[in-house]
């Protein structure tokens, strides 16, 4: 799949969210995005699944079979979820139950296939996400932020999924913000700034590193980690702060940057 020039904004008026945006992803490629809150990488893998259509430019070769998980799973529907997920594998003409069956299995789902996607929460409505974007094997399967609000063990299978995607052939496009990369060996990496996309290489051998130890207020902590994996920093955790001296922000968080 290839992206030729593309430029994209929400409205006519409105400031150019990308700019002459051209990549390609090869069959079997994994591809993570960079990018700070607010850089455009959403919108990118929005135009890469085609909900979104370029204003100037083309997507080309984009894989006939497409799996979409956006950040945030469209939960206000009237189905339980293996109703959602049973009329799903219809609309793309799978027979019966077996591929279904099969997710639900492999994400856990089993005690909430009853349950309405309204009720779910949102780890649990995210993998009902991921359970429709596989239920056809697709040649292009494209993740943002998959691994938000998804439990521990959810989190695991992810690697393994885009593994079983690639080795089949298919790419795999996914944001991260949380960090997991590392479970991704041989991605591709792609940062999104300035409107434009740029591709990074592999990061740094460890010989090449030392950790920078930084604290910060609790509720910066996320948009940090962002902002620091957007420069190309490798952010190795977050954990609670040590023990505040008197006068300090006791909600602040501390994390291990290499650089």
């Known amino acids: 799949m290839r992206f030729d020039q593309v430029w994209f904004r929400y409205a006519r008026r409105a400031a150019w969210t990308l700019r002459t945006v051209s990549a390609t992803v090869e069959p079997g490629a994994t591809v ?21 259509r370029p204003v100037r430019g083309a997507v080309h070769d984009r894989p006939p079979i497409v799996g979409w998980v956006p950040e ?4 206000d529907q009237p189905f339980t979820a293996q109703q959602y997920l049973t009329r799903m594998a219809a609309l793309r003409g799978l027979p019966g139950p077996a591929r279904v069956e099969h997710w639900i299995d492999r994400l856990g789902l089993g005690d909430h296939r009853h349950t309405r996607l309204a009720d779910l929460s949102k780890g649990t409505a995210q993998k009902v996400g991921l359970a429709q974007a596989l239920l056809s094997a697709p040649g292009l399967l494209v993740l943002d932020e998959p691994w938000e609000g998804l439990d521990a063990v ?4 992810i690697p393994g999924i885009v593994a079983e995607i690639t080795a089949a052939g298919g790419a795999v496009l996914v944001s991260d913000h949380r960090g997991e990369i590392a479970g991704l060996p041989d991605a591709i990496h792609w940062t999104v700034a300035g409107g434009a996309v740029h591709t990074t290489g592999e990061p740094q051998s460890e010989a090449d590193e030392v950790v920078v130890e930084v604290a910060v207020r609790r509720a910066d902590a996320d948009d940090t980690v962002a902002r620091l994996r957007a420069d190309g920093h490798r952010v190795l955790g977050v954990r609670p702060a040590p023990e505040a001296s008197p006068g300090a922000d006791a909600s602040s968080a501390a994390g291990e940057v290499a650089r």
């Open 32 to 52: 993570v995005v960079l990018g700070r809150n607010g850089a455009g990488k959403s919108t990118l893998l929005q135009l890469a699944a085609g909900v979104l």
């Open 154 to 157: 959810a989190r695991t299978l």
């Open 72 to 75: 945030r799973f469209p939960a």
